[in-house]
């Protein structure tokens, strides 16, 4: 029987929902299922990890671990890892989880495998899929031994409603610290803007919007609808929105359930970061812009006479 | 302090690519140098003119790689390798990593700077299992390098809440994001310089391997087939009267997609 250790997503003593949606798709799989907890003062968050779909829960709990460094949490992920007995260890879309990913596969010796959209098991036999080239395709990966590390790509596995777990809680020894990469310091994306990775709603802007004026317009929508507020990479380059806004491949890949892209052309590497949104509408002035090629509701129209009937038009339905 | 970086020849993603019977069509492919790989030369050779390193690229595979190779000479790189053997046609990151870390046996580098990922498969390991295999510490997703002093250099990541701040104990392998500079375009003298220099090209025997020992022949994953990527449909569209066509829209998120 399959065994799939999922490694929990923590941000600000929550538990995403990455940690549900890839335990959900672990018992579609018919697999035994375990995940890891790795952070400071997490105790409180058992409960959710077993109503996230564990079986098992690996917490890794100590001071130390409260900043993100690399080699401690895939001491703790292969510490779990063994114990458990896992031949399926899956991370969501995050950057820490594609930071740890390939140390845990290369120290187990397992395979390693990025973004993947999909798994299935025919016996021993794990095979996956995932976008390459910029999504332009995708593979279909057969792995040749019998462990798998994956990094599972944002929106590709759902939560199964009335999931459950059990409660069989093993602790983690501490690792020791990364004497010789030291964290020194976490500068915090200041603003108290939403994160893309977490928002419902996901609101970006592009060359369209020509300037900060255009930006400040597009801004206000975000806030009407608590949305997170992207940008295309022609944006940032602009020196209007800083890198971290930016939705891309070399950025952020997001999948919100509603995606709304203003003034984006949508090139190559955009459409790569935002594709796998539920629902997509853009607003361009350009008929022809291949943004509309993936949107399912497009407006041809100059955003800055769209954005505030927009407004208006949303705060009437949501009353 | 010696740095190694690699480099990698890739399929041009401006272009489009078409997929028959689970193989990608090479007719009409154009190859370029990993966008990534771009930003970790110029990061080198950044530090070369900041700090005095010496600078020295590796790329494996892809045929014939010279003017890939020229390229990053004309942007400021002393020295280039080229691994080419025949039995590297499935190579997965392990077997990359494997090669790499006999190239870097070889050298007494001080830092290793990689691409955080190739843009032909976006897979983001070889770099971390390198250093993996080298026991040496590691940041991925590096934006910004800054030198201590001979022993240390402090990096920046971006990580998921914030930019880590990370000082590192050399040697190290640090990946590289596109936002860490903006490559440089290399002067015309740079390009006629360059075609006079070296390429140090080898086979896995030259370089005092086996392609058993990098494990060609037993890769952990193998790529079954292409497919074409499930790409979306453009939905409607509408055109027209601005204010009437977005309050029909916004009726259909609503009602119909039921996002609001």
Redesign the interface.
């Known amino acids: 029987m399959a065994k799939v250790l999922v490694i929990a997503e923590i941000?600000?003593g929550v538990i995403k929902s990455s940690t549900t949606e890839l335990l959900s798709k672990a018992k579609a799989i018919g697999a035994e299922t375990a995940v890891v907890a790795i952070g400071s003062n997490i105790e409180s968050l058992i409960p959710g990890l077993v109503s996230a779909g564990s079986d098992t829960q690996y917490v890794a709990d100590d001071p130390g671990l409260e900043?993100?460094?690399?080699?401690p949490y895939a001491s703790c992920v292969v510490d779990a890892a063994k114990q458990f007995g896992a031949n399926l260890i899956w991370f969501g879309f995050?950057?820490?989880g594609?930071?740890v990913?390939?140390?845990v596969?290369?120290?187990l010796d397992?395979?390693?495998?990025?973004?993947i959209t999909d798994v299935t098991l025919h016996g021993d036999q794990i095979?996956v899929?995932r976008?390459?080239?910029?999504?332009?395709?995708?593979?279909?990966?057969?792995?040749?031994?019998e462990e798998?590390v994956a990094v599972v790509r944002a929106g590709a596995f759902e939560a199964t409603e009335g999931i459950t777990g059990t409660e069989n809680v093993i602790k983690l020894s501490p690792p020791a610290p990364?004497?010789?990469?030291?964290?020194?310091?976490?500068?915090?994306?200041a603003s108290g803007d939403i994160d893309l990775?977490d928002a419902d709603?996901v609101i970006s802007v592009g060359r369209g919007a020509k300037d900060q004026a255009g930006i400040d317009l597009v801004k206000e929508l975000a806030n009407d609808l608590k949305a997170g507020f992207g940008s295309s990479r022609a944006m940032v380059d602009g020196g209007f929105m800083p890198?971290?806004k930016q939705v891309g491949?070399?950025g952020k890949i997001v999948a919100p359930?509603?995606y709304m892209a203003f003034g984006i052309s949508g090139a190559?590497?955009h459409l790569a970061g935002m594709?796998g949104s539920?629902?997509?509408?853009a607003v361009n002035k350009d008929?022809e812009a291949p943004i509309?090629?993936?949107?399912?509701?497009?407006?041809?129209?100059?955003l800055f006479?769209?954005v505030p009937?927009?407004r208006e038009?949303?705060k009437k339905?949501?009353t | 302090m010696k740095i190694l970086t690699t480099v990698k020849k890739v399929v041009d993603v401006e272009l489009t690519i078409h997929v028959k019977d689970g193989a990608i069509v090479e007719d009409g492919l154009q190859y370029v140098i990993n966008a990534w790989d771009e930003n970790a030369v110029e990061t080198a050779v950044q530090l070369k003119e900041n700090s005095g390193a010496e600078t020295t690229l590796v790329s494996i595979g892809g045929g014939d790689n010279t003017d890939m190779i020229r390229r990053c000479y004309a942007m400021g790189i002393e020295n280039g390798i080229h691994i080419e053997d025949p039995t590297l046609g499935a190579a997965d990151s392990f077997v990359y990593a494997k090669v790499l870390q006999k190239v870097y046996e070889k050298g007494d580098y001080d830092l290793v700077i990689t691409g955080k990922q190739a843009q032909d498969t976006d897979n983001g390991q070889t770099g971390i299992i390198l250093a993996e295999y080298l026991g040496l510490p590691c940041v991925s997703n590096v934006i910004a390098i800054e030198v201590l002093d001979d022993q240390h250099i402090k990096v920046s990541r971006s990580g998921d809440a914030g930019t880590e701040i990370v000082e590192l104990e050399l040697p190290a392998v640090v990946t590289v994001d596109v936002s860490i500079n903006e490559p440089r375009l290399p002067a015309m003298r740079g390009i006629m310089m360059a075609k006079k220099k070296k390429i140090d090209v080898m086979d896995l025997a030259a370089l005092g391997t086996s392609p058993d020992e990098v494990g060609c022949a037993t890769p952990k994953s193998e790529i079954a087939e292409f497919l074409k990527s499930d790409t979306r449909q453009g939905g409607q569209k509408f055109e027209g009267n601005a204010a009437e066509i977005t309050a029909q829209v916004v009726d259909l998120l609503a009602n119909e997609a039921k996002v609001f």
């Open positions: 941000k600000q900043l993100f460094s690399a080699g995050s950057e820490s594609k930071a990913a390939p140390r596969a290369a120290q397992a395979a390693c495998a990025t973004e095979e899929t976008p390459a080239i910029t999504n332009k395709v995708m593979q279909r990966v057969k792995v040749n031994i798998l990364d004497l010789k990469a030291v964290i020194k310091e976490l500068v915090s994306d990775a709603i890198h971290g491949q070399t359930n509603l190559i590497q594709n539920k629902v997509i509408l008929p509309f090629n993936v949107a399912d509701y497009g407006i041809v129209g100059d006479e769209v009937i927009l038009e949303i339905i949501r």
